[in-house]
């Protein structure tokens, strides 16, 4: 059993919270704004005993039989977990860790694993786990580790929307608009743009009118915070 010292020594960071890809978000919020506890496992009866313990504590359940399966449901708009349970024979759960970090780095993963040695651990703490739990353990420590972690999803979780919402606009950009907007918020003038691009000065200032009016800028300054907040490098540019 992993003691609550092993727990609290083991406990990852939240970075890999703090940033959202571009992924469809439920399109409304839960009514009840009940949190939402994921659980990914392969033991059927594993996966009843976590779920009879979750529903008591009044969050909402929902389990998966696979990271792929998990993947296609929408972005929750509520503070949410996801407790991987990986099995012993299961060779590729810290590959599929590594993919449920990058795919939903704002949900903060608990895995509990049979195994308690060093070298696991580090992989998955390095993979994206905020907790590393190692069976068997008490129901005690695993609703620490749900408790800390749905925390943590409630903090980041107004961001991770603003994020889903400009990201939203981003992509209602034509191709042009896209490329006129990296060029606009990378420094470059009107007149820059058109040389870059092979258009004229006034084909840019339309351009940049409709990207300011679908991103709801109100100035250029506000375009290039929108732009640091959906993490908008510049990209290639491809002309048309």
Known sequence: ??????????RGNATN??????QHFESQPKPDGVSIVFLIGDDIS???????????????????????????????????????ALSSTDLN????QKLLARERAEVPI??????????????????GAVDFLV??????????????????????????IEVSDLRSRHSSLSRRERQVMALVVSGLLNKQVGAELGISEITVKAH??????????N????????AAKIQFARQPIYLA
Not at 111 to 126: E, F, G
């Open 46 to 84: 594993e996966q009843e005993s976590l779920k009879l313990l979750v529903s008591r504590e009044g969050w909402r359940v929902e389990a998966f039989e696979s990271a792929r399966e998990f993947l296609a449901r929408p972005r929750p708009l509520v503070p949410s977990c996801l407790i991987l």
């Open 219 to 226: 100035s250029l300054p506000d375009l290039v915070r929108m």
């Open 135 to 160: 069976r068997p353990l008490s129901d005690e420590i695993l609703l620490i580790g749900i408790r800390e972690s749905l925390e943590r999803s409630r903090l980041v979780l107004p961001r991770e």
């Open 93 to 96: 759960g810290l590959e599929e």
């Open 208 to 217: 940049r009118r409709q990207v300011m009016q679908k991103m709801k800028a």
């Open 17 to 22: 919270a703090s940033y959202v890809l571009g």
């Open 110 to 127: 608990v895995v509990i694993s049979a195994y308690a040695d060093v070298p696991t651990t580090v992989r998955a703490m390095k993979a």
């Open 1 to 10: 059993m992993a003691s609550a010292a092993t727990t609290v020594a083991f």
